[in-house]
């Protein structure tokens, strides 16, 4: 964070940027953001992964895909754990459409016997 201060500082120090695309602080920090929205996409995708493996798992052994209390209890931890930025209604509101995301991509590649 210590360079993306002195970025700051000097961009201060120059002046007022006129476009935005050419300010450096806001370069790095557009940077930033999109590296971790690769990272959030790649996590994504992992779950996704991950999630197939449960499914067809419990398929094979005759279990319901989808189990409300693990869903419940896993909010409930996330939500001990969030230290913000992240409001606890955010934090509902974005786990529920991973969940309901989740659901609907891993149903595309699910056998049809699978019920």
């Known amino acids: ?10 961009s201060l120090l120059r002046g007022t940027v006129t476009d935005p695309n050419s300010d450096p602080t806001i370069r790095q920090l557009r ?4 590296e971790n929205d690769r990272r959030l996409i790649d996590a994504l995708n992992v779950r996704l992964h991950l999630v197939s493996r449960v499914r067809h798992y419990k398929a094979s052994r005759g279990f319901a895909f989808v189990d409300r209390e693990r869903e419940e209890w ?9 230290a ?15 969940l309901d995301l989740t659901k609907r991509e891993v149903s595309r590649d699910a056998d049809p016997h699978e019920g």
């Open 31 to 34: 940077a930033q953001i999109f």
């Open 1 to 10: 964070m210590e360079a993306l201060e002195r970025l700051e500082t000097a």
């Open 84 to 98: 913000g930025p992240l409001s606890p209604d955010g934090l509902r509101e974005i786990y529920a459409a991973i």
């Open 74 to 82: 896993m909010l409930r931890d996330l939500l001990s754990v969030n």
